[in-house]
């Protein structure tokens, strides 16, 4: 039997750790706080709004990581950003659908973004076997490209069960690409020969981020943006089928051999989508939507600070121009159903 003594020195000494390891995970979190919070300052410049606070914290994050280093006690407090707060984010960012406002826009704009979504994740996953690039980055390649963006990516990410480098891989290759994208969209709005409501529609379907398809938007005025919003928002909207159904097809040895017990469910999702239907069913004072889409923005950019604190660039070098060629590609395929998407409106 114990003596009181040696127990009492035994808790003693526990007390300390776990002050210590809270004091590590609250300076990881405000680490990667301090880092959102300069992305979110550099998004306010004209350039680099375009890009967005997500995008710019895991730049910020993996330049720090790659030349200044992370201190060990840090870690704790990383991870739980780049887990945690990450999917608090996306759940909060249910509150910006309205699916009422989708529902009365029409068959048109369901049938669109199911469409592109389709299209553009089998062309990418084709693609990703053409250039024998892993199956687990060409999966979040192609929900970045398909659906919207890094969000997208971060809520795939946990269903493949892959490494977190392929994940901050992933998002620097959509965040570039989207950006190319936008300012290509914004040279070429005074060319094309389509309406104004018909360019919003194109940037909505095809862009990446919300953050492009709004930036992009701009030079065709309100009908521009109220019309590429609301596209976009149907392809967020179908994230969580999809996200469902991508557990379902990767892990589906496990699915036939231990049943839906072993099928890692992104439960999250639902939290995404409890918020949007409180959104479109309770009285919520714009005020409260806009503080609660802001909680949303850092909690996402903190995640993705904690993902580029944990990336070394020599896992970019292991992968090559492998995800580049399949992100650009995949893109382009996007592009060249412009002309379908245009049609399926005209009609409907």
């Known amino acids: 039997m114990e003596a009181p003594s040696m127990r009492v020195q035994s808790e003693r000494r526990q007390v300390p750790k776990r002050e210590g390891k809270e004091r590590g995970i609250a300076k990881g979190i405000a680490f990667t706080l301090m880092i959102a919070a300069v992305a979110g300052l550099i998004a306010r410049l004209p350039f680099f709004e375009i890009m967005g606070i997500m995008i710019l914290s895991i730049l910020i994050g993996m330049v720090w990581k790659n030349t200044a280093g992370v201190k060990l006690d840090y870690q704790p407090g990383i991870q739980f950003s780049s887990k945690v707060l990450l999917r608090a984010g996306i759940i909060l960012l249910g509150f910006r659908l309205n699916l009422l406002d989708i529902a009365a826009a029409g068959y048109a704009v369901l049938l669109t973004d199911a469409l592109v979504i389709a299209f553009t994740m089998s062309f990418i996953l084709l693609l990703g076997k053409v250039f024998r690039l892993n199956k687990y980055l060409t999966v979040l390649i192609a929900a970045g490209t398909a659906i919207c963006g890094a969000a997208a ?44 409501h018909e360019y919003g529609i194109l940037t909505g379907a095809t862009l990446h981020e919300l953050a492009h398809v709004v930036a992009a938007a701009v030079p065709g005025g309100a009908e521009s943006s109220e019309s590429a919003v609301l596209v976009k928002l149907g392809r967020v909207l179908l994230l969580i089928p999809v996200a469902l159904l991508i557990s379902m097809l990767v892990n589906r040895k496990e699915l036939a051999e231990k049943g839906l017990k072993s099928l890692p469910i992104p439960w999250f999702i639902f939290g995404f989508l409890l918020a949007s239907f409180v959104n479109t069913l309770a009285p919520i004072p714009e005020q409260v939507i806009a503080v609660l889409l802001l909680l949303s923005t850092y909690l996402l950019a903190m995640g993705m600070a904690g993902l580029g604190l944990n990336v070394n660039y020599r896992d970019f070098s292991k992968e090559g121009i492998k995800p580049v060629a399949v992100a650009v590609i995949g893109f382009a395929g996007l592009l060249a159903l412009s002309p379908l998407i245009l049609l399926i409106f005209r009609l409907l």
């Open 153 to 196: 990516i971060l809520a795939v990410a946990p269903i493949m069960r892959g490494k977190q480098e392929y994940t901050a891989i992933a998002v620097s290759c959509i965040a570039i690409l989207g950006t190319v994208g936008a300012l290509m969209y914004i040279f070429l709005f005074p060319h094309l020969p389509i309406t104004k």
